[in-house]
């Protein structure tokens, strides 16, 4: 389009952005290899009762090892991997490898059998018809409850929800898996989407926990969201927690769980189950 405006034009096209497109096109090029190549892996961040500390949960999160470029973040990764549909492929891997983990952990005793593991999942995954039936298949294998796997998905996923994303979303609430809306209100979404849409929980999106302490006005959403959500019967976590303030404020506004720093960031495996082994009980 730039060319049919005259050549003067390109001049738009600059070099950071030409700098973006070619990043984009390498870092989709690289991961078609990450995962044959096994640079991913993923990393898991407690979530734990905010009176008390006690563990109740853990978030799978991916983590991908570039060899040139190092560690290359989620967010720089996840978009390009849901736009070219490699999303399929590496979130069934982080299925699959979060449940495996899990299953392992409840039966080593490193987590009590009331404790669930929280998996990402995109829009495009939402969208394939298949998706509670692999479910359903990996929980088999690792002899795993549904009950105790929560699936965070995004709000666009609940403003755009086609017919097929109805049927995936009830499919999996029907077999027992937890649905919670995470990054809860940043998107577009409103009250009547979370009584439209078969969800048992929201994540409060960090944005929101930051300014707990001095900002009144996000003290006012959170204490909002916690009224909607007892209203709906919604769980309720605060992603993001970094500071005893924060932690308190939220116990006070009634919000029940937390994940952030202040506990314990993103770990390795083996560093979480030395860490957290036990604190469930
Ligand atoms: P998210 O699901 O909202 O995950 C929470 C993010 O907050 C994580 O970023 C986590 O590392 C970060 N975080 C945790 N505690 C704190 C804290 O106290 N302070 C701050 N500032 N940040 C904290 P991360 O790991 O970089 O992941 C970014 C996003 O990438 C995730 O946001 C999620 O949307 C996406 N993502 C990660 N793993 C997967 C995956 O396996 N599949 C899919 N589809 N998306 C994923
Ligand atoms: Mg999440
Ligand atoms: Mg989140
Ligand atoms: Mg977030």
Known sequence: HAKAEGPGKWALFDTSMRDRVRDRVEIEFALRHALVKEQLHLVYQPIVELTGGRLVGAEALIRWD?????????????????????????????????LRQFADWRSDGVVD?????????????????????????????????????VLEITESVMVDASVVTEEVLGGLRRMGVRVVVDDFGTGYSALGYLRRHPVTGVKIDRAFVDGLGG????????????????????????????????????????????????WDGPVRPEVFAERWSGLAV
């Open 215 to 262: 900002n009144s006005e996000d003290e006012e959403i959170v204490r909002a969201v916690v009224a909607m959500s007892s209203a709906l019967r919604l769980s309720v976590v605060a992603e993001g927690v970094e500071t005893p303030t924060q932690r308190q404020v939220l116990e006070t506004l009634g919000v029940l769980y937390g994940q952030g720093r202040l």
């Open 66 to 98: 570039h060899p040139a470029r190092g560690a290359v973040s989620p967010i720089d990764f996840i978009s390009i991997a849901e736009d070219t549909g490699l999303i399929a492929e590496i979130g069934g891997w982080v299925l699959d490898e979060s």
């Open 113 to 149: 059998d009331r404790f669930w593991l929280s998996v990402n999942v995109s829009p495009r995954q939402l969208r394939d018809p298949a998706l509670p039936a692999t479910l359903a298949e990996a929980l088999r294998r690792y002899d795993l409850p549904a009950e105790v796997v």
